[in-house]
C-alpha cells in the first residue's frame, strides 16, 4: 500500500468544482504535489469562460481524459479510484486501488446523486450522469410512454426533449418548474410543450458540453458515481420512443406517486379500477390523485442528495438538512483541513440578502475556486474575503429554447408577503417579472431576448429606491439603460 507524504493538497471529484478547485491550487502552489481523486475517468473542465456581467457568468464543459490536466499542471497527479475511506483526525484518505494518501488539506467535491423516490426499483430511472442518460435513451427508444416525476430543472429539460413517446408529466406542486418559475412563467412557456417538435428545433445559444470521443466509459470500473451532467445533458443523444404521431405531454398538477406496481401486482392487485381499460404495460403509477397510468418506465427528477457516504464513518462532520456538508464562510467542514465544494456542500454561512444555494454549474465552478483561494490563504496565513459572487445569486440557462436568467430572490425566495411583482408578458416573445421589497429590487426572472440583464443586474446590487418609477419600469416604450444611466 503506497503512502504520500503529508505536505499535499488533495481534492475529490473529477466534476467542475473538484476540477477547478485542483487547477487553481495547482497553479498558485506549483511546487507541491496536488492529488485530484476521482472516480470517473474522465474529468470536466471549463472553458470559453465569459463574465457575460458583474456576477453572470457564461461557459462551456468538456469532459476530458485527466491527462490533459496533468500535462497543463505537472504538478497535479489524477488518480482514477473511488475514496472509500476518510480517516479525518489522520488526515488520510484511502482509495478504492488500495492506495492510501495523507494530506495537509482537502477539498470535497464529490457532487451529488439523485434523489430516487424509491430505490432498487427496476422500473424507476435517474439521471445524473452520461451512464444515466445513455440507459434512459435505451429504454425510451422501447417505449410508448413513461411518467416523470419531478419539477425541477432536469424534469423541465426531459418532458421538452422527449419525442415520439407519450409523457405523463407529474407534479407536486399547482405550476411546472416551480423550482425556477412562478405559476405566470410557467404559463409563458407551456404553449413551447404543445408546439410542434420541428417548430421548436431552434439553434441552442447556450453553454454547451461536449464528452470527450475516447469511448471510455463514465462511471468508474465499480460502478462509481461519474460527474452530473449538466445544460444540454441531451445534445446529441436522440431521446426518441417508439409512437410516430405521439400525444405530447399531459401533465397531472398537485400529485406525486403514491405507488408503482410491477404488470403482476398490478393484475393481482385489489384495486377498484377497470384494469383491462388501462391496457397491458410494464409498470403501472399511482398517483395521490387516485389515478392510475400504466407505463413503460418512471423517471425519477425530485432533486439530488449530496453524496456524502464516502466520508462519513468515523469522522465528525457537521451535516445541513439537505443532508450536505456544511461548510462555513471559508468553505470549512467542521473537521479540520477539510473543505467541500460543489454539490456536496451545504453553504453554512449567514448568506448575502441576494443569494440563494442551488446545485446549479456556474455555483460549483465558483466555490471550487473559491474553496482552493480559502485553502491558499489557510495555508498562507492571509486573510480572504468572502468572493463576490456570493453576493448576488444570477444564473442564465435555457429552457423550452428561451433564454433564461434568474437574479438574486427570482421567486421572492424567503420574502413572505412583503414583496410586490411587476410582469410584463408578450406571449411566445418574453416574459420579464422583478421582485421589489420596499420599493427596492432584490429579484428578476427574464424570459427571452430581453436584454434587460445587465441593467437589472445593477439596479438590484445597487439598490436604488424605484418607488417613483412604478410600473414605467417596465414600460417597453422607454429604454430602461437610458433612464438609469
Ligand atoms: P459532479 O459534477 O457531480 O462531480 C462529482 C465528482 O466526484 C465526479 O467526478 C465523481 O466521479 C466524483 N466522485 C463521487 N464520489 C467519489 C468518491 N467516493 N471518490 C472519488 N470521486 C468521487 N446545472 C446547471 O447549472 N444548469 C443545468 O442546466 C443543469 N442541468 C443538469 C442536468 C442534469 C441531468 C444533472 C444531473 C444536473 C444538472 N445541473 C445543471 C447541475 C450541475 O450539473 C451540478 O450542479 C454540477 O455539475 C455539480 O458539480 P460538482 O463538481 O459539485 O459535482
Given at each position: 500500500m503506497a503512502s504520500d507524504k503529508q505536505d499535499t493538497f488533495v481534492v475529490v471529484?473529477?466534476?467542475?468544482?473538484?476540477?477547478?478547485?485542483?487547477?487553481?491550487i495547482a497553479s498558485q502552489f506549483a511546487s507541491d504535489e496536488v492529488y485530484?481523486?476521482?472516480?470517473?475517468?474522465?474529468?470536466?473542465?471549463?472553458?470559453?469562460?465569459?463574465?457575460?456581467?458583474?456576477?453572470?457568468?457564461?461557459f462551456d464543459i468538456e469532459e476530458k481524459p485527466s491527462s490533459v490536466l496533468e500535462e497543463k499542471y505537472p504538478n497535479l497527479k489524477v488518480i482514477q479510484s473511488a475514496v472509500k475511506l476518510l480517516r479525518a483526525k489522520e488526515h488520510l484518505l484511502q482509495a478504492?486501488?488500495?492506495r492510501t494518501i495523507h494530506y495537509k488539506k482537502l477539498c470535497i467535491c464529490s457532487g451529488a446523486k439523485p434523489k430516487l423516490f424509491t430505490q432498487d426499483n427496476p422500473h424507476v430511472l435517474g439521471i445524473r450522469d452520461t451512464d444515466s442518460a445513455q440507459e434512459f435513451q435505451k429504454r425510451l427508444s422501447k417505449a410508448k410512454r413513461i411518467v416523470?416525476?419531478?419539477?425541477?430543472?432536469?424534469a423541465l429539460e426531459l418532458v421538452h426533449e422527449v419525442e415520439g413517446c407519450e409523457v405523463i408529466w407529474a407534479i407536486k406542486d399547482k405550476a411546472m418548474g416551480n423550482t425556477f418559475f412562478d405559476a405566470g412563467a410557467a404559463q409563458f412557456l407551456i404553449p413551447s410543450l404543445e408546439a410542434d417538435k420541428k417548430e421548436r428545433s431552434l439553434p441552442c445559444k447556450r453553454a454547451h458540453y461536449t464528452t470527450d470521443k475516447t469511448g471510455a466509459g463514465h462511471s468508474g470500473a465499480s460502478g462509481e458515481l461519474g460527474s452530473a451532467l449538466g445544460p444540454?445533458?441531451?445534445?446529441?443523444?436522440?431521446?426518441?420512443?417508439?409512437?410516430?404521431?405521439?400525444?405530447?405531454?399531459?401533465?397531472?398538477y398537485k400529485c406525486e406517486v403514491d405507488k408503482i406496481y410491477t404488470q403482476q401486482e398490478f393484475l393481482q392487485s385489489k384495486l377498484n379500477t377497470k384494469k383491462s381499460e388501462l391496457g397491458l404495460w410494464p409498470a403501472y403509477v399511482q398517483l395521490t390523485n387516485g389515478k392510475i397510468y400504466g407505463c413503460d418506465f418512471v423517471v425519477s427528477a425530485t432533486g439530488v442528495v449530496p453524496n456524502t457516504d464516502p466520508f462519513l464513518s468515523g469522522n465528525n462532520f457537521e451535516l445541513a438538512g439537505d443532508h450536505g456538508l456544511r461548510v462555513d464562510d471559508h468553505m470549512r467542514t467542521s473537521e479540520q483541513d477539510v473543505y467541500a465544494a460543489g454539490d456536496v456542500c451545504t453553504a453554512g454561512w449567514e448568506p448575502s440578502a441576494l443569494w440563494q444555494q442551488m446545485r446549479l454549474w456556474t455555483q460549483a465552478r465558483q466555490m471550487g475556486w473559491y474553496a482552493a483561494r480559502c485553502m491558499a490563504a489557510d495555508v498562507l496565513e492571509e486573510p480572504i474575503e468572502m468572493d463576490f459572487c456570493f453576493e448576488l445569486f444570477s444564473h442564465i440557462t435555457k429552457f423550452f429554447n428561451y433564454k433564461v436568467v434568474l437574479l438574486g430572490k427570482f421567486n421572492a425566495q424567503g420574502l413572505g408577503l412583503d414583496h410586490e411583482l411587476l410582469v410584463r408578458c408578450t406571449k411566445g416573445h418574453e416574459y420579464v417579472k422583478v421582485v421589489l421589497t420596499g420599493g427596492r429590487m432584490v429579484?428578476?426572472?427574464?424570459?427571452?431576448e430581453t436584454d434587460l440583464e445587465e441593467t437589472f443586474e445593477n439596479l438590484i446590487l445597487n439598490q436604488m429606491d424605484l418607488s417613483r418609477y412604478g410600473e414605467e419600469l417596465l414600460n417597453p416604450n422607454i429604454d430602461i439603460e437610458d433612464y438609469f444611466d
Open positions: 471529484g473529477g466534476g467542475i468544482a473538484g476540477v477547478t478547485c485542483a487547477e487553481q485530484l481523486l476521482t472516480a470517473s475517468p474522465l474529468v470536466k473542465t471549463v472553458t470559453n469562460f465569459k463574465q457575460v456581467s458583474k456576477t453572470l457568468e457564461e478504492e486501488n488500495g416523470v416525476i419531478g419539477n425541477g430543472g432536469i444540454d445533458w441531451h445534445a446529441g443523444i436522440e431521446l426518441r420512443g417508439t409512437v410516430q404521431n405521439s400525444s405530447g405531454v399531459h401533465i397531472e429579484g428578476a426572472v427574464l424570459i427571452g
